[in-house]
């Protein structure tokens, strides 16, 4: 044992006195650089060789030493700065990394959220949990207003949709009234209003309603409250005998689901709203279906109307599709093409505005897509026999429209009377119509004249609701002395007793300034 142990201890006591003569030998040549009286020595020793230079001698070596070790500490320095912010670059880099994958959970996290809370909207989209239990026999959780149970095999994703292929499979057409006239459809319908509804209407703003079928799909009613902008389009869809789909705007509102739906992740069922099931079932038939977006700037209308006002907005009308679900099961609706539905034809959303501080202003992008109707008088009542509700099939209603723009087509006289205004205001005002306008204009004006109306009436309206909206704007208090200049050059073009929407308002827009 004695043996063993005599062993380990000259082995280690090898490595550990090599050890501490390298660690003494570092503070002996350390002490060794700074024996200052070793180097007095060495200068006493020459300066019988070399004399009083000697000093001078020694005094330069040991400026040289200084700059080498002056040299050497600043050398040590930068390496250890570089070494620091090395090491400091590369915690931030860690701490960087470490942002993002927390920011990716959080992504992954808010996701999640985001299909909750999709999920439990169920009951603002056309169908509350009592409901789709009554409807398919599931039990409903009443937070989310999920089914408990995931889609069984066979069973639709589209529940509503499907419905509207088993109601609609024997669908017999009625008899549309397609002797009807364009005048007769407007004094029929203000009669049946009157009639069967209480409702009142001035003729020029049935005229102007109807007219605007030809030139948009999209139709905002703005004005003051309370003066019939939601019950006009309501009262239509009665008279046609196919109810107007009311949607009501919410504030939250901003992407397309509030008016499609979105398919849920957890249940794969697609939620299905009453408006996306009202474009399915306006696939199977020729009626009019009129859509009214109520109260519809409550939320930014460019936010969730936006798709829709692209695709609209397409020369041809195979081009109108919405993509609903990216892949394709077998048992979806019949007229699903691939996911898509293609917009019917024969659909118009009609949209209600107030402007007050409760709501968002309407954009440019908007209005120019649109035809604005202001009603902003109470109807005055009359007397009118008792009126029948029509049929009306949409394609006889779009044959009349087309045969005004042929035979109503606005006069080269006018034409060219509105390009001299469009020069005079981008001259005097720095604003343009747009051909869009124009385009409008062309289909608006026959239409109008077409149910009852005069073409200056007709380029009056639009002129005042699409072009000198426009100066809104603009600062007011600078354009108020050319707003005379203005009326006048409308009396010179278009004669003093006409163009009289134009001339009050821009009389209005000078009392703001």
């Not at 660690?23 to 070399?50: C, Q, R, W």
């Not at 599931?138 to 089914?147: A, H, K, S, V």
């Not at 691939?338 to 209600?352: D, E, F, V």
Request: hydrophobic share 40%.
């Amino acid at each position: 044992m004695d043996g063993i142990l005599n062993f380990f201890f000259e082995f280690f006591g090898q490595f550990l006195g090599g050890l501490w003569t390298a660690i003494s030998n570092i503070f002996k040549g350390i002490g060794d650089m700074f024996n200052f009286p070793k180097y007095v020595e060495i200068v006493n020793a020459h300066t019988t060789e070399l004399g009083g230079v000697a000093w001078l001698y020694a005094v330069i070596g040991m400026l040289l030493i200084i700059a080498v070790l002056v040299l050497l500490v600043f050398l040590v320095v930068m390496g250890l700065k570089k070494f620091i912010r090395f090491r400091k670059k590369v915690n931030d880099t860690n701490d960087l990394v470490e942002e993002v994958q927390a920011l990716n959970r959080e992504v992954m996290r808010l996701n999640l959220e985001k299909d909750k809370i999709l999920s439990m909207k169920v009951s603002q989209i056309g169908l509350n949990p009592n409901e789709i239990a009554e409807l398919t026999g599931d039990e409903i959780d009443t937070l989310t207003g999920n089914t408990d149970k995931p889609l069984e095999e066979g069973e639709s994703r589209f529940f509503k949709l499907s419905q509207v292929d088993a109601l609609w499979a024997d669908y017999v057409p009625p008899v549309y009234d397609n002797e009807i006239t364009l005048p007769e459809i407007c004094e029929r319908f203000r009669n049946f209003a009157c009639s069967r509804l209480g409702l009142y209407y001035d003729i020029k703003i049935i005229r102007l309603f109807l007219a605007s079928f030809a030139s948009t799909r999209l139709i905002i009613l703005q004005g003051i409250s309370g003066t019939g902008k939601t019950s006009l389009p309501y009262a239509f869809g009665k008279f046609l005998q196919n109810d107007a789909i009311i949607t009501s705007i919410q504030p939250s509102w901003r992407d397309r689901s509030e008016l499609f739906g979105y398919f849920n992740e957890f249940t794969k069922r697609y939620n299905e709203t009453e408006l996306l099931r009202a474009m399915y079932e306006a696939t199977y038939n020729e009626n009019i279906y009129l859509t009214i977006l109520d109260e519809m700037n409550i939320a930014r209308v460019e936010y969730y109307f936006a798709e829709m006002l692209s695709i609209l907005e397409m020369p041809s009308r195979d081009e109108w599709i919405v993509d609903l679900v990216p892949n394709v099961w077998e048992n979806d609706p019949k007229h699903l093409d691939a996911g898509k539905l293609h917009l019917p034809q024969n659909m118009w959303y009609i949209g209600t505005a107030n402007n007050d501080d409760s709501t968002f202003a309407i954009t440019d992008k908007v209005y120019d897509r649109a035809m604005p109707i202001d009603i902003n008088t109470k109807g005055v009542p009359f007397d009118a026999p008792f009126t029948e509700p029509l049929n009306l099939s949409y394609k006889h209603l779009e044959e009349m429209l087309d045969y005004c723009k042929e035979h109503n087509k606005v006069s080269e006289e006018n034409l060219h009377k509105i390009e001299l205004l469009d020069d005079y205001v981008i001259e005097h005002f720095r604003l343009a119509f747009g051909n869009r306008i124009v385009k409008q204009l062309r289909e608006y004006v026959p239409a109008f004249v077409g149910c009852g109306g005069t073409e200056l009436d007709g380029l009056d309206y639009v002129l005042a609701r699409k072009v000198l909206r426009k100066f809104e704007s603009l600062n007011l208090s600078f354009i108020r002395d050319e707003i005379d200049g203005l009326v006048d050059y409308l009396d010179f073009l278009f004669g003093e007793e006409n163009m009289i929407e134009c001339k009050e308002y821009l009389r209005r827009l000078q009392k703001l300034v």
